[in-house]
């Protein structure tokens, strides 16, 4: 088999679960990294993940039902995401996008341009989104489908899968 | 037949591929690209991945420094 035909068929699956900033960044880095050299990509937005792929980008009540919605609001979106260690009550990430940005790295919000330019799926859970009382149109329209288990095992079949 | 630029010596990674395989999409065929890169892992990547995805190494020249020009053609 040639190299061309063996890229083809690589395919890199990522369960994005953590909703962490670090961890985010780390996720759309192996992703778009991933894609740009020719791997099919598929990011599975779960639980804290989700905050990742919100369209409101601030802190917003988003979601059905009173409680969600505190929740919503509390957990907030991708510019809210706290860093997994010295978040400092949020002044963390915001002071690391500012470092990043200085050293001529991709933000968390570059990276996730780059995924959506690179046509990378992301896909949306169903059951913590019927949780948090979240449906697909509070997400970015570039989230292609809501999926549960079974479809996500179908999609990263024959690839690599990770959890981050 | 038209050639595009880029610039990616002050990228990082992922941002070196990325930008590469985002410039290289937009083209048409037989459109070539030229990147400016640097030594390192952009030099001895960014060719054999546009090669394995199907593009064309025209020509790999060092323009000084450890800067080096590569035009891709689509």
């Given at each position: ?10 395919k890199?699956s ?26 099919d990509?598929n990011?599975f ?76 799926n992301?896909y ?20 292609k489908e809501?999926i549960?288990?079974a479809n996500f095992l179908n999609y990263s079949e024959g690839g690599?899968r990770?959890?981050? | ?74």
């Amino acid at each position: 088999m040639i190299m061309s035909e063996l890229i083809k068929n690589k395919k890199l699956s990522i369960i994005s679960f953590s909703g962490d900033f670090d961890k985010l960044v780390a996720a759309f880095t192996l992703a778009t990294g991933s894609a740009a050299v020719g791997y099919d990509v598929n990011i599975f937005f779960t639980f804290w993940g989700l905050n990742a792929i919100k369209k409101k980008k601030g802190r917003a009540f988003t979601g059905k039902g009173f409680l969600a919605r505190f929740f919503g609001f509390l957990m907030g979106s991708i510019n809210n995401v706290p860093l997994s260690k010295l978040n400092f009550l949020g002044a963390s990430p915001k002071l690391m996008t500012h470092m990043m940005r200085k050293r001529n790295v991709a933000t968390l919000n570059e990276l996730v341009e780059a995924a959506i330019l690179l046509n990378i799926n992301l896909y949306a859970c169903e059951m913590s989104m019927h949780i948090l009382g979240l449906t697909k149109d509070d997400f970015i329209p570039e989230v292609k489908e809501v999926i549960g288990v079974a479809n996500f095992l179908n999609y990263s079949e024959g690839g690599d899968r990770m959890f981050i | 037949m038209i050639t595009k630029y880029l610039d990616i010596t002050r990228e990082h990674c992922p941002m070196t591929f990325v930008k590469t395989k985002i410039e290289l999409s937009r083209l048409q065929k037989g459109d070539r690209l030229e990147v400016l890169l640097t030594e390192g892992e952009p030099l001895e990547n960014v060719p054999v991945s546009s090669e394995e995805q199907g593009y064309k190494v025209i020509s790999i020249e060092k323009i000084g420094g450890n800067i080096h020009k590569i035009v891709i053609e689509k």
